[in-house]
Nanobody, 112 residues
Framework: EIHLVESGGGLVQPGGSLRLSCVAS????????MGWYRQVPGKRLEWVGS????????KYFPSVKGRFTISRDNAKNTVYLQMNSLQVEDTALYFC?????RGQGTQVTVSS
């Protein structure tokens, strides 16, 4: 059974940084592409970015490209989302994703 646990969220001021982590289990992590999504209450789920299984290929939603970086440590079954230059508009519940399965999410709030 796929199990994903996100952590690292919190309250940060505009311009600040956070690093989210997602620990995975229940599947062959090292061969699995992973994604990050976010959702604001009342709005649709939004794709943030993805990384391939090896970790040498990433894609990003245009509004986060250049500010967010996805990486992974296959030895730790963990995928990361480094978020820099955070904006109020980045406030959301963030999820990691494997083939449509997501964890409980971790809340990121950007506010002064």
């Amino acid at each position: 059974e796929i199990h994903l646990v996100e952590s690292g969220g919190g309250l940060v001021q505009p311009g600040g940084s956070l690093r989210l982590s997602c620990v995975a289990s229940g599947f062959d992590f090292s061969s699995a592409a992973m994604g990050w999504y976010r959702q604001v209450p009342g709005k649709r789920l939004e794709w943030v970015g993805s990384i391939n299984g090896v970790g040498n290929g990433t894609k990003y939603f245009p509004s986060v490209k250049g500010r967010f970086t996805i990486s992974r440590d296959n030895a730790k079954n963990t995928v990361y989302l480094q978020m820099n230059s955070l904006q109020v508009e980045d406030t959301a519940l963030y999820f990691c994703d494997r083939a449509g399965r997501r964890g409980q999410g971790t809340q990121v709030t950007v506010s002064s």
